[in-house]
């Protein structure tokens, strides 16, 4: 699919719905021009508060992941997928160290692959988010640079944060690194590296989590409110983690502490949060990362308390060796060999989106909303044509109905008032 819209300024990209927050444009415009601000909705987003040279413009506009879905190349001969994209393997697996697979989300198979990099002299630093130092409500790009570091920094954060804003940060200490992000991250990082070739020469890794999209601030803030405190008060904000999938756990200054349970925490669908961009992601599996980790639960839903395993996709030639070399060195165990039905079972609304993401798209395009470009190797219009046509009208239909309604637009950008 060739779509594009010509989207003009960053306000249009936030304000129509396409904006997840990621920090590629600040990365690339420099935090003098462009701030990370929480909005009154619970969004983090990019606000321009001074001017942005046009040449950086073009660039953001080239490579902004909310407006350009890339695909992968298929040159190497691995098979692909309808609907999962590139698979050398998929296997169960687990971080080797128990203490890391238990505190860890899931079973700590992201942070596994990280610290088999970083401990076996792959890479000087790992670009990652973890909770902020200041405020753990929110989240932090750090570069951890020791196995501890990045251990430290293991955990869901189910909420804002911006992965890509120290991207150029990152490359111009020429050293190499590996990014770990959501998908739409690695898609900013490998559009970035269309443009800059210190990426290809730099960035040695992309690992990414399978994503069923990124809650607003909203979702944490509401929580903590309905506890009687507020963001100030918090000095723990813990998602998951300590067992699969673990409880929830705030903790607040006056000593207090309250635990929630991953069904408690995420039953309510209405409490999700998601942001607009979320419900019209064409690839939440990761399909540009070399290697992609997810939770492996049926449908999707935990039924129990567990030691935690993970389904671990690898997609390339370059993560076929990261997976090989974190199992050699003793990092990551291998469970065993998974198929594509076993990923369609345990993720099966990845399969729902991708399978509905064209006619969503056409939908909006229906209604006079601009449309992101996706890359005809994400096979969007190919897995339409093999719906019954009934299940593509209700699709776009549905998107239709929700630019209507206003789902997928969103206020300028103003600040938050201080919790």
């Not at 692909?80 to 238990?102: Q, S």
């Not at 990045?150 to 490359?171: E, K, N």
């Not at 492996?296 to 935990?302: G, M, V």
Request: hydrophobic share 35%; charged share 30%; glycine share 8%.
């Amino acid at each position: 699919m060739s779509d594009r819209s010509s989207f003009t300024s960053l306000a249009e990209i936030v304000e129509t719905g396409h904006c997840m927050g990621c920090g590629l444009c600040q990365s690339i415009a420099g935090k003098d021009r462009i701030e990370a601000t929480i909005t009154p909705d619970g969004r983090q987003r990019p606000r321009q508060i001074a001017p942005i040279d046009p040449e950086q413009w073009a660039l953001i506009a080239r490579t902004c992941p909310g407006i350009n879905v890339s695909a992968p190349s298929t040159e190497d001969g691995i098979a692909v997928d309808p609907v999962w994209g590139r698979l050398d393997k998929v296997v169960l697996g687990h971080a080797t160290d128990p203490d890391l697979r238990f505190r860890a989300a899931g079973g700590g198979a992201m942070t596994a692959l990280a610290a088999s990099l970083l401990a076996r002299g792959e890479v000087d630093f790992v670009m990652q988010v973890k909770a902020a130092a200041e405020a753990p409500m929110r989240s932090e790009t750090v570069f951890s640079r020791s196995v501890d570091e990045v251990i430290r920094a293991s955990g869901s954060r189910y909420g804002p944060s911006t992965p890509l804003d120290s991207l150029r940060a990152a490359l111009d200490l020429g050293e190499r690194f590996a990014v770990v992000g959501k998908p739409c991250d690695i898609t900013g990082v490998r559009n970035y590296a269309r443009e800059d070739p210190r990426v290809v020469e730099h960035c040695k890794a992309m690992l990414a989590i399978v994503c069923g999209g990124g809650p607003e601030f909203r979702k944490s803030r509401d929580l903590v409110h309905e506890l009687g405190y507020r963001e100030r008060d918090v000095t723990v904000m813990r998602y998951r983690g300590y067992g699969n999938p673990g409880r929830a756990r705030v903790e607040t200054r006056d000593g207090h502490a309250v635990e929630l349970t991953y069904a408690e925490l995420w039953d309510d669908e209405s409490k999700w949060c998601s942001q607009p961009r979320c419900r019209i992601c064409p690839d939440g599996i990761g399909e540009s990362a070399d290697v992609v980790s997810g939770d492996f639960w049926p449908h999707c839903q935990p039924t129990k308390e567990d030691a935690g395993f993970n389904s671990i996709m690898v997609r390339t030639q370059r993560g076929r060796a990261i997976f090989e070399a974190a199992q050699n060195s003793g990092f990551l165990t291998v469970v065993r060999r998974l198929e594509v039905a076993d990923m369609s079972y345990t993720q099966p609304h990845q399969v729902t989106k991708k399978r509905e993401m064209w006619a969503r798209l056409r939908g909006l395009e229906a209604a006079g909303h601009p449309v992101m470009r996706v890359e005809e190797g994400l096979r969007l219009r190919d897995l339409a044509e093999a719906q019954s046509l009934a299940e593509n009208l209700r699709a776009a239909r549905g998107a239709r109905l929700r630019v209507h309604r206003g789902r997928f637009s969103e206020d300028p950008v103003t600040p938050a008032d201080e919790d």
